[in-house]
């Protein structure tokens, strides 16, 4: 287990006690007010990674730009009326997104609703609601969509979501621009071609710009560059000049100490000369350029704090550190493999370390957050955090074993707020009503 403190929010510090605190408020006194498990996201760390992009940006691009917060890594309506609040646009996935932003004040001319399988009530909140456009994933979807505007007597701003064909060095899972992605127009059979002809032809459908996303957890720019060659060149093929290009979002964040580290003004740097590039050779206005992060603004920000409580050695003399969340609040390392760091909270590990395991207490083998790290000697009731917490852990969690999902709090300025409170399976939980 190594002591470091690099992955954790930036206001990450420990007493002269050894004992961590957050935004200058100690964890433990956090835990014993809130509960166990808690999350953690700190106000000042989101916003140094929105004045990074914000500043790359005013230094690299001389288009109009806007940074738009992918809902899907973690939204609740208190993180929603946060966003909202610093001048942010939304990339919304589903009804439910698209319900949270608009009551958290987001500006509708800022909300990009994504999705391959978009059904008619969510198309027609978002029509109702006249966000800036809807990302129109497939050529079906594009017909139902033109009906629908035909029969609301309404015109549709719209984007078109293509497949470039690029693929990028991450998780299988998290492959979505290649040939085979399940998301998109793919250029390389004529669908993407065809798309733009279907939306140009069109009096009810508006074509303002063309997305793609390459993929999650990406550390090198180039294939974002590539991915608006290809979307320029498409377009210039079907004579189409876009205002609007985004490269959607899946930057990747540090999550261990022998990860890469991506460089986000390397990100905007590259995707700004490319436009500039391709755009001069065509003698086209630069498109307004929208960025969709969602992982790497908010997860650093976001930790996680567990209450320890069995202990053992299995037969193989592997150490067990049992704690009280896991895979129902973070199915990553289920689902993904994903790896992590761990901290005490209230000390700094001394004596003897243990080949160990660090895990959950639901009824499945898969339910590890850690599954090899070393630790010292760990007692009951001891706190353990999970730096690089804050994207696709809640957003993913469930009830599994019909538990409560954490509290979150926002942590600023010497305050803790509640973003989301803790369950209680007597009023919210599901399993609680006989339908009667």
Same mark, same amino acid.
């Given at each position: ?64 730009? $806007?940074?738009?917060? %992918?809902? *899907? &890594?973690? +939204? =609740?309506?208190? #993180? ?16 439910? $997104?698209?319900?949270? %932003?608009? *009551? &958290?004040? +987001? =500006?509708?001319? #800022? ?16 029509? $109702? ?308």
């Amino acid at each position: 287990m190594n002591e470091t403190l690099s992955l954790f929010p930036i206001t990450t510090r420990r007493d002269e006690k050894g004992q961590m605190m957050i935004a200058g408020q100690l964890v433990r006194d956090l835990v014993q007010q809130y509960g166990s498990p808690l999350y953690l996201y700190d106000g000042a760390t989101l916003r140094s990674q929105l004045d990074v992009l914000r500043t790359a940006f005013a230094n690299h691009y001389r288009g109009g730009f $806007e940074i738009t917060y %992918a809902a *899907k &890594a973690y +939204f =609740s309506l208190g #993180m929603a009326k946060r966003m909202a609040a610093m001048g942010l646009g939304v990339d919304v996935v589903s009804l439910g $997104e698209l319900k949270v %932003a608009k *009551k &958290a004040g +987001f =500006s509708p001319k #800022m909300v990009h609703f994504h999705g391959n399988n978009k059904t008619v009530p969510e198309l027609l909140f978002a029509m $109702e609601w006249g966000i800036s456009d809807i990302v129109v994933d497939n050529l079906s979807e594009l017909v139902l969509l033109e009906t629908m505007a035909i029969e609301r007597k309404q015109v549709i701003n719209i984007w078109l979501r293509i497949t470039p064909g690029v693929k990028v060095e991450t998780h299988r899972y998290w492959q979505t621009g290649d040939i085979a992605s399940k998301f998109g127009l793919p250029i390389y059979d004529g669908q993407a071609s065809e798309g733009i002809r279907f939306a140009q032809a069109s009096r009810w459908l508006k074509l303002r710009g063309l997305h793609t996303h390459v993929g999650s957890q990406v550390f090198d720019a180039a294939p974002y560059g590539e991915a608006l060659k290809r979307l320029i060149g498409l377009a210039g093929q079907e004579e189409f000049i876009a205002a609007e290009l985004s490269p959607g979002g899946g930057l990747g964040v540090q999550y261990t100490l022998d990860d890469k580290v991506a460089d986000a003004v390397d990100w905007v740097r590259t995707m700004s000369a490319m436009l500039e590039k391709e755009c001069g050779k065509r003698g086209w206005p630069l498109p307004k350029l929208l960025l969709e992060p969602g992982r790497w603004l908010v997860g650093q920000a976001g930790v996680s704090v567990y209450t320890v409580g069995a202990v053992k050695f299995s037969s193989d003399g592997t150490y067990i550190v049992a704690v009280d969340g896991g895979m129902a609040d973070n199915p990553r390392t289920a689902m993904y493999q994903a790896k992590y760091e761990a901290a005490l909270v209230d000390r700094l590990p001394s004596g003897m370390r243990n080949r160990a395991s660090l895990v959950g207490k639901y009824c499945e083998s898969g339910d590890q957050l850690i599954p090899m790290l070393e630790l010292p000697e760990m007692h009951r009731g001891e706190l353990i955090a999970l730096p690089v917490s804050g994207a696709y852990q809640l957003s993913m969690s469930s009830n599994y074993n019909m538990a409560s999902r954490p509290a979150v709090l926002w942590l600023e300025d010497g305050r803790a707020e509640v973003m989301q409170r803790r369950e209680d399976p007597a009023e919210d939980g599901w399993w609680m009503s006989d339908g009667s």
